[in-house]
């Protein structure tokens, strides 16, 4: 087949037909295979050959799922894992030892900063939080025990976009990757094209986006050079595989094969047969999906502009938004489904608000092909310190919507009677 078009990849990336004949990817729901003999059994412990040992490390309805997401990132290889939150801890501690740094944006999703800010903490990991609208803080923070650069496509939640091939360049004169999560933009935002090294995504949301199973997922573009001396877990030779060398044996996949080798297998965050079989579903409808919650969601963004119980409108693709000349740079397909707005009257009216919606479904998710509403500051980053939140950009009237793929009509029409409540 020739080289196929980002769309027919989204449904045929990855899949071979088998010898079941099965059209759909058949879910091989299975711990262990069979080893055909005992040098068979040998030569794929050695990594001599490829093939499955054990559903934690590999399995064939996963492959097509990762396979499908290598090939539409134009990657060289991808690993899916349990959730969003695992494949972003593996995407790290695949280069990093304690003693060393990140400079990771400052506008990240909530469990990411607790991720970073505690839990690497205690294991001697420190990460540093630039200002993700200036990258030039992002260059002051970077020192010689710096190991990667960290940002998110479209911050969550305050929306701001990324200036991507900048902070490429930053993280490479650095000589550290630039990590992405682009759990937001899957489709409508190509990471390897403006410099990305390694891509991460939570495919509970738009990949999914059936709001029905957790899933993670990340991809090496293949194009960062980790013989620089600055990340012997790749380079040198691996004591926790045989001495082997990645680097030397696998060259440009080292890094995605390590991170199945080594960490998946040793801390097991693997995803289940089943979900992938539920994210391949939803991504063989990713393009036409993303196209719907685009437009939907720059009408109610313009709807919202014009209501006079909302104070402020936070969405990239607002002509009059302070985001919209990047956005229109980096995001060529549309602007995304997430949508801020302050509502009038603060914290009691964001709450009465909620409280009325009916289509809208209150829920702690995005990416659903229903429409999804949230209060942050009372639910998702009740946790954080107020000046945290602040740097987040969540405030007690902001309200973040997640529209999905209803007619816009009903969308609008909700919106508007919950809005007349408060
Ligand atoms: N990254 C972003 C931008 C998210 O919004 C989320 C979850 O909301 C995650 C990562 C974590 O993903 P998961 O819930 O699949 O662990």
Wanted: charged content about 20%; some cysteine.
């Amino acid at each position: 087949m020739s080289e196929l078009h980002r769309d027919s990849i989204c449904i045929h990336g990855g899949h071979e037909i088998d010898s079941s004949g099965s059209r759909a990817v058949p879910i091989y729901q299975t711990t262990s295979y069979v080893f055909s003999d005992s040098d068979h059994a040998a030569s794929l412990f050695a990594l001599e050959k490829e093939g499955n040992i054990y559903s934690r490390i590999t399995n064939p309805t996963t492959a097509v799922l990762e396979k499908r997401m290598a090939q539409l990132n134009g990657g060289v290889g991808a690993l899916a894992v349990a959730s969003g939150q695992s494949a972003i801890m593996l995407a790290l501690l695949n280069i990093l030892q304690a003693g060393d740094e990140v400079v990771s944006a400052d506008n990240l999703y909530g469990g990411t900063r607790t991720l970073f800010q505690y839990t690497f903490k205690r294991m001697g990991i420190t990460v540093k939080f630039a200002d993700s609208g200036n990258m030039d803080s992002f260059k002051k923070l970077i020192t010689d025990k710096t190991r990667a650069v960290y940002a998110e496509s479209i911050g969550n939640p305050k929306l701001d976009v990324v200036e991507l091939d900048t902070l490429a360049d930053i993280a490479h004169a650095a000589g550290v990757p630039l990590i992405l999560d682009n759990t937001v933009s899957p489709y409508i935002l190509d990471p390897f094209a403006w410099g990305v090294d390694i891509a991460v995504y939570s495919a509970t949301k738009f990949l999914g986006g059936h709001g029905n199973s957790i899933g993670g997922i990340l991809v090496d573009s293949g194009k960062f050079n980790w013989d620089n001396g600055k990340f012997p877990l790749i380079s040198e030779d691996d004591p926790g595989y045989h001495n082997k060398n990645f680097l030397k044996e696998f060259g440009n996949m080292a890094y995605i094969l390590k991170a199945r080798v080594n960490l998946l297998r040793d801390m097991g965050p693997a995803m289940s047969p089943f979900n992938a079989f539920l994210i391949l579903q939803g991504m063989e409808t990713l393009h036409i999906r993303m196209q719907r919650h685009c437009e939907n969601a720059l009408k109610v963004a313009a709807f919202l502009s014009n209501h006079e119980n909302v104070e402020w409108v936070n969405y990239p693709g607002l002509p009059s938004g302070s985001q919209f000349i990047k956005a229109k740079r980096y995001l060529k397909e549309g602007f995304g489904a997430i949508i801020g707005f302050g509502i009038k009257g603060g914290y009691e009216a964001a709450v009465k608000f909620i409280d009325s919606v009916s289509l809208f479904s209150h829920v702690a998710n995005i990416g659903d092909v229903r429409s999804l509403v949230i209060h942050p500051a009372s639910t998702t980053h009740q946790q954080l310190t107020k000046e945290e939140k602040q740097t987040s950009g969540v405030t007690d009237d902001f309200i973040r919507l997640s529209i999905g793929i209803e007619n816009i009509d009903d969308i609008i029409n909700d919106l508007d009677q919950a809005l007349g409540v408060i």
